[in-house]
């Protein structure tokens, strides 16, 4: 019989990178993972398309697939409802696939409850500064958004204990590569190889951080 994949909660702050980090991981090993893709009530950004990027969907489409059990987990964030659909979760853990699903605090938590074995990793830049220059950049989101983004990222950097790794996403390449060994140690049963990864092994950092998000939310 298939082995059963893992399920792999990637959370970080809005701006961390982590959308081109998924997509590096899943170009470059084809096969060994799937992307979850989410269902949300926020209209699409330029650009985003439906089925890929999410599917967009309206607040009665989701009120209704939360009636028929159709979500491993859903969340509010900044004003919008997001879950993760079942179906698709399921059927690629039952065929040996790691199966990604990028979401935020709420949700990583609810999926720890119900899959114990999940791995949950937070990504991050290496300062809050990094964040807000991406998250202006992108171009797609007014002030008011990004302020209330940058304030979201204040109360998730309260929750970082909660997860398993921190992975720095200084590069792409770097955390990619960081990333799957993470994956396929824990799999493989050789946690104790990913022990400076752990989030406990970065406190030091993670403090700054969240000096600096609320240094940012205070509107410096
Ligand atoms: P964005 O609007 O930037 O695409 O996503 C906003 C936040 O929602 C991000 O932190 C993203 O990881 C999270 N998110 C996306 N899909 C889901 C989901 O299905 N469930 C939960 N709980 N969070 C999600």
Do not use: W
């Given at each position: 019989m298939q082995e059963k994949g893992r399920l792999v909660v990637i959370s970080g702050f809005s701006g961390a990178g982590k959308g081109t980090l998924m997509q590096a991981l899943l170009e470059q090993h084809k096969g060994e993972y799937a992307l979850s893709v989410s269902a949300t009530t926020r209209q699409p950004r330029p650009g985003e398309k439906e089925g890929i990027s999410y599917f967009f969907v309206s607040d009665e489409k989701f009120d209704e697939m939360i009636k028929e059990d159709a979500f491993v987990e859903y969340a509010r964030y900044v004003n919008h409802s997001y879950g993760t659909p079942r179906a698709y979760v399921e059927e690629n853990l039952s065929l040996g696939k790691n199966v990604i699903l990028e979401i935020e605090i709420q949700g990583a938590l609810k999926v720890r409850e119900k899959y114990p074995d999940a791995i949950l990793v937070f990504v991050t830049t290496e300062d809050a500064n990094t964040l807000h220059d991406r998250l202006a950049g992108?171009?797609?989101?007014a002030e008011d958004v990004i302020a209330a983004r940058l304030a979201r990222a204040v109360e998730e950097a309260e929750g970082i204990?909660?997860?398993d790794y921190l992975v720095v996403n200084d590069t792409i390449q770097r955390a990619c590569d960081l990333l799957h060994t993470l994956i396929t140690n824990v799999r493989e049963g050789?946690?104790?190889?990913n022990h400076a990864y752990r989030v406990s092994a970065h406190m030091d950092l993670i403090q700054k951080i969240r000096k600096e998000l609320k240094e940012y939310s205070k509107g410096e």
């Amino acid at each position: 019989m298939q082995e059963k994949g893992r399920l792999v909660v990637i959370s970080g702050f809005s701006g961390a990178g982590k959308g081109t980090l998924m997509q590096a991981l899943l170009e470059q090993h084809k096969g060994e993972y799937a992307l979850s893709v989410s269902a949300t009530t926020r209209q699409p950004r330029p650009g985003e398309k439906e089925g890929i990027s999410y599917f967009f969907v309206s607040d009665e489409k989701f009120d209704e697939m939360i009636k028929e059990d159709a979500f491993v987990e859903y969340a509010r964030y900044v004003n919008h409802s997001y879950g993760t659909p079942r179906a698709y979760v399921e059927e690629n853990l039952s065929l040996g696939k790691n199966v990604i699903l990028e979401i935020e605090i709420q949700g990583a938590l609810k999926v720890r409850e119900k899959y114990p074995d999940a791995i949950l990793v937070f990504v991050t830049t290496e300062d809050a500064n990094t964040l807000h220059d991406r998250l202006a950049g992108r171009g797609t989101e007014a002030e008011d958004v990004i302020a209330a983004r940058l304030a979201r990222a204040v109360e998730e950097a309260e929750g970082i204990e909660e997860y398993d790794y921190l992975v720095v996403n200084d590069t792409i390449q770097r955390a990619c590569d960081l990333l799957h060994t993470l994956i396929t140690n824990v799999r493989e049963g050789h946690q104790e190889e990913n022990h400076a990864y752990r989030v406990s092994a970065h406190m030091d950092l993670i403090q700054k951080i969240r000096k600096e998000l609320k240094e940012y939310s205070k509107g410096e």
